[in-house]
Structures are given as structure tokens and as C-alpha cells.
């Protein structure tokens, strides 16, 4: 490890000396995040926001800031006795159509359960501090945020004057599919259960592992599809070569800045081609999930890539990338590292970042790192998005605090507070889904029967959680079912939580 950290330091300080360059990538600020689900509702049918007195420090004595954190409650189908069901809200704002539908509401209402979900801290309206500044974010953390969780368990057991037996059970889907498993490890005094879905539990650096699932995932639709990918991506690097080529590559890829000026600017290059890559990566994340994200799939993607009347491979490469534009309503693609940078140091509550963007950076600079990367050139990205890239965002974001020594360490840190992929708990089912590149992070099998793993062959990410439908693949209703029979075996049992 010392070793690896003395190379990327003289990397760091070789790119810096030399040329003063920045990086910014988009790709990696959103991690998995749980989407609303596809069907809409009208607001006046879902539940109001409701706020909750919550501690600022929980592990500071001396400080007794109070704030208000956002909550929703659902108790249609709660009955005395029954269980308490619990939403943990993650690296975005939390949505209250998720208190009306998804898979647990479905539970709920044959368990007879009351039903919460709880706005992570920092995320959508829970804001506990003036704005995002470093000493405002130095509160924000997947600990707090478990703390938050527990003060909250506690003060609803108190007003709702609950039996002590109440068997709470967690729920979350990406970030809070982790937390979900570690509240039930950290604090199993107040939690009963959880259901662990799509959560990382290995925090970690460089997740290279991430554009290896993605390509598998690809190649579920053909081999062709990969390869060309591939040679699109090697096509677009002989284009960089000349500045006739440079031209196309504008027109092509609908660049909102001229890519000659950044031709010799190796960082705003490795955001042009991580940008490229993140059109793939968050379609196959989100395939078929019944989220939003979903309108576009693996099969329309690919079936560009193979499509040769579109072209060749770099020209089926910018139609996926028109596609993905369109999507997002937007014009052209922005790749320039100086433009987006200014947003993210914007720490105002204002600020276009302030939606998940500068706090889930903050979060993988400070905790988790979690950074998908390609540093090969066999790789089916290329090799122009290396850890490095990433590491230089978390400093030339929140200073050169946050280097690379500090970012190995507080991955070090978190898997030994955490356990990695080695958890001490019980009553904690993990499900994944083999499209999801974030199975890679994740517990997809397991010896011991008290840590049950369902992994479901064809699914993307957090699929089990949405919404069911009668067209859904077998293996992902049985998926569901397995969970239903996770849910009555913990209800049902009558022996005491081990503490």
C-alpha cells in the first residue's frame, strides 16, 4: 500500500508541476442511487413532510445543535403489534412516492406494518448546516447518518409507545442498502432485521471491477456489442491524433467546447472519455428497473453498436451519445473540467451541485472512494480515466487535505469500522442483481445461513425494490418471494435479538 500511495503522489505532483491540470468527471458523483419509481403519482395522494428534532454531532458531548430532518410516515395498513418498517433515505433527495409504492409498501400491507422513511442528512431538505462548506460537511457521514437513524428509532418507540419486543426492519436500495446493513450490525438493539439491497459493503478505491461488470453486461446482448465499443473508443483516440480529426469529434459528439483547445490537456481528455463511458455504465446500472432510467436499455444501446448502416463504430458511438443527450434534455455534450468546478466549489444550498452532486463527492473523497475507473488501453474504455483522475478531484475540490494518502486511509478506516465483506451480524438479507456493477462491492454469496444472499441473474440495480409487475423474469419474482419469506421468519421469531 505504501507503495501504491508514493506513486500516485509523484503522478499527483508530476501533473501538477508540469501543466496545473484539474479534473472533474461526472460519472462517479451520483454512485448507485435508488431512482423514484416510474409511475407517477399525484402529490396530494402522498404522504406531507414531516420533521424530526435531529442531533447535529452525535459523538460530541459539548454540542448540542439541533436541526430539522425531513421524514414521511405511512400507517394505512398498520395494526397494534405489527412491525415497523423503516426507508433509509440516501445519496439524494428522498422521494415520497416510495411511502405508496415499490416492493416493501406490498409487504407492508400484508404485514400489517407502519411504515417511515427517514431523508438522509445533507440530501433533499434535510439540511443541517448554513451551507456545504468543509467545516459544514465535516457532519456528513455514513456514521452520523446511522446515528440519525438510531435517535430517530428511539424517539418514535417513545411516542408511539411501543412494546420493547417492536421488531423495527430496515430497508435501502445502493448507499442505503450498506446502511441498512450496518445499522442492523451497529445497532442491533433497535433494529431487527434489514433487507440489504445493492449495497457496497467494501469500501474502496479503485473500482476497476465496475467497467468489468459493465462490459459482461453488455455482452448479455452479443459479443459484437463489446468489440464495438472497443474500437469506437480507438477510433476516437486516432481522431485526437490531428486536428481535422478533432473537428469531427466536435460535430460528432455535439461538444459544447471545441476539443482542439483541451487536445493537449490530458485531464479534460479523461473527462471526454469518462463521460463517454458513464453514457454505457448508467444505462446498464439502471436496465430495465422499471425507474425512469430505464426508457433506455441494454438493447437499444447496443443495438446501435451493431447497427452498420449508422456507420462505423466511432459514428454508432456518438448515436448512443445523441441518445443519451436527447434523454437529458441536453444540447451538447460539456466535458471542460474549469466550468464544472466552479459549480462544485459553489457551497451555497443554491448551487446546481447542491442536489447530491458536492455532498456524494465529498462522501466517496472522505469514506468510500467507490471510483470507476480504466486504466488499460485493453480495457473496453481505454486507459484515459486512471485512479489518479479521481484522486485530483477530491483535492482540487475540498483542498489538498483530501490527497491520496488521506483517501487510502479513510477507506482503511471505514472497512475496519464497517468489516468489508466479512459483516458480524445476523438477520440481514443482501440481494444483487448480476447487471448491476455494484454486485462487485457487494455480499453475493455466503457459507453461513444467517447472512442469506439472493443473487438474481439478469437484474440491474435495486430491480427487486420497484414496483411488481406481471412482466417481470421469474428469477426476479422469485427474488421477491424469497424476501416475503426473509420478512414473516423475522416477524414470526419469538427469540431475543442477539446484541
Known amino acids: 500500500m505504501a507503495i501504491k500511495i508514493c506513486v500516485l503522489f509523484i503522478f499527483l505532483a508530476l501533473l501538477e508541476n508540469a501543466y496545473g491540470w484539474r479534473v472533474f468527471s461526472k460519472g462517479h458523483r451520483s454512485g448507485g442511487n435508488l431512482i423514484a419509481p416510474f409511475k407517477n403519482v399525484p402529490r396530494e395522494q402522498l ?3 414531516q420533521w424530526f428534532d435531529q442531533k447535529l454531532d452525535h459523538f460530541s458531548p459539548n454540542n448540542n445543535g439541533l436541526w430539522k430532518q425531513r421524514y414521511f410516515t405511512n400507517d394505512t395498513f398498520y395494526k397494534k403489534g405489527g412491525p415497523v418498517f423503516l426507508m433509509i433515505g440516501g445519496e439524494g433527495e428522498a422521494e415520497p412516492i416510495w411511502m405508496v409504492q415499490g416492493a416493501w409498501i406490498h409487504y407492508a400491507r400484508e404485514m400489517n406494518a407502519l411504515c417511515f422513511q427517514l431523508e438522509h442528512r445533507f440530501y433533499g431538505k434535510s439540511r443541517p448546516t448554513k451551507d456545504l462548506s468543509i467545516e459544514s460537511l ?4 455514513s456514521e452520523q447518518a446511522l446515528a440519525d437513524l ?5 424517539a418514535k418507540n417513545a411516542e408511539y409507545k411501543f412494546d420493547k419486543d417492536v421488531k423495527w426492519i430496515a430497508f435501502g436500495g445502493s448507499y442505503p442498502g450498506s446502511l441498512a446493513a450496518w445499522l442492523r450490525e451497529k445497532y442491533p438493539n433497535l433494529v431487527y432485521g434489514s433487507v440489504s439491497t445493492s449495497g ?3 469500501a474502496k478505491a479503485d473500482f476497476f471491477e465496475y467497467y468489468d461488470v459493465v462490459k459482461s453486461s453488455l455482452s448479455t446482448y452479443s459479443e459484437a456489442c463489446v468489440t464495438a465499443v472497443q474500437k469506437s473508443i480507438e477510433q476516437v483516440e486516432i481522431l485526437l ?3 481535422i480529426g478533432q473537428r469531427s469529434l466536435n460535430t460528432k459528439f455535439k461538444l459544447c467546447d471545441s476539443i482542439e483547445e483541451s487536445a493537449d490537456n490530458i485531464m479534460d481528455i479523461s473527462n471526454f472519455f469518462e463521460s463517454l463511458a458513464s453514457n454505457f ?3 446498464v446500472q439502471y436496465n430495465k428497473d422499471n425507474s425512469p432510467h430505464a426508457k433506455i436499455t441494454i438493447d437499444d444501446i447496443c443495438g446501435l453498436m451493431v447497427n452498420t448502416s449508422i456507420g462505423a463504430q466511432i459514428d454508432r458511438l456518438a448515436a448512443v451519445n445523441t441518445l443519451l443527450l ?6 451538447c455534450l460539456d466535458y471542460k473540467y474549469d466550468k464544472m468546478i466552479k459549480l462544485m466549489q459553489n457551497t451555497s444550498w443554491d448551487s446546481d451541485e447542491a442536489n447530491g452532486g458536492i455532498q456524494w463527492t465529498y462522501q466517496t473523497c472522505n469514506e468510500f472512494g467507490f471510483y470507476q475507473t480504466s486504466d488499460k488501453k485493453d480495457r473496453i474504455f481505454g486507459d484515459r480515466f486512471p485512479l489518479v483522475f479521481f484522486v485530483k478531484q477530491c483535492t482540487d475540490i475540498y483542498g489538498h487535505d ?3 494518502d488521506y483517501l487510502f486511509n479513510s477507506i482503511n478506516k471505514t472497512n475496519k469500522f464497517y468489516l468489508g465483506l466479512k459483516p458480524n451480524t445476523t438477520n440481514v438479507i443482501y440481494v444483487h442483481g448480476s447487471i448491476d456493477p455494484w454486485h462487485a462491492l457487494g455480499l453475493t454469496e455466503s457459507d453461513d445461513s444467517s447472512k442469506p444472499t439472493i443473487y438474481i441473474e439478469g437484474t440491474a440495480h435495486c430491480a427487486n425494490m420497484y414496483e411488481p409487475k406481471d412482466t417481470d423474469i421469474p428469477q426476479l419474482k422469485q427474488a421477491r418471494d424469497k424476501i416475503r419469506e426473509f420478512l414473516h421468519t423475522l416477524i414470526a421469531d419469538d427469540s431475543e435479538s442477539d446484541i
Do not use: C, W
Not at 150 to 154: D, L, M, N, R, Y
Not at 326 to 331: E, F, K, V
Open 281 to 283: 455504465a448508467g444505462v
Open 402 to 404: 483530501f490527497d491520496a
Open 241 to 243: 491524433r490531428h486536428m
Open 326 to 331: 436527447q434523454q437529458s434534455n441536453q444540447t
Open 138 to 141: 465535516k457532519y456528513l457521514s
Open 47 to 49: 404522504p406531507p413532510d
Open 200 to 202: 457496497p459493503l467494501l
Open 150 to 154: 438510531a435517535g430517530f428509532i428511539e
